[in-house]
């Protein structure tokens, strides 16, 4: 089953709502990962952890597109930054259509 890894601008009610759904989900915050940085920081540790990294950032998403090191990364539009709800069903359906064979080493961008 996939798991997840928020970097720090993703919400705590997102965390919340997936884990009530019975997703794995571990926040930079809870793991002293905050003002990390991304590229050498934030995606080994969610890599390490085999953890699907979650983010709105896309430049660091454009980024890792040129890598494939990793446990996946998935790139949330910025138009759900508000819709808590939103971010949960797609993260979720996300969860429920992949492996973690199958994310592994690729970006995905979800709106």
């Given at each position: 089953m996939i798991g997840f890894y928020?970097?720090?601008h993703m919400r705590r009610s997102v965390e919340r709502g997936l884990i009530?759904?019975?997703y794995k989900v571990v926040m930079a915050a809870d793991e002293?990962?905050?003002e990390k940085d991304d590229d050498t920081e934030h995606l080994p540790f969610a890599t390490e952890r085999g953890l699907v990294m979650?983010?709105?950032d896309r430049p660091f998403?454009?980024?890792t597109m040129q890598r494939t090191d990793h446990a996946g990364l998935i790139c949330v539009s910025e138009n759900l930054r508000n819709d808590i709800g939103g971010v949960i069903a797609v993260l979720a359906?996300?969860?429920d259509q992949h492996t973690p064979e199958q994310?592994?080493?690729h970006v995905f961008?979800?709106?």
């Open positions: 928020f970097d720090e009530q759904r019975g002293n990962m905050t979650v983010t709105f998403a454009g980024r359906q996300f969860a994310a592994a080493g961008w979800l709106k």
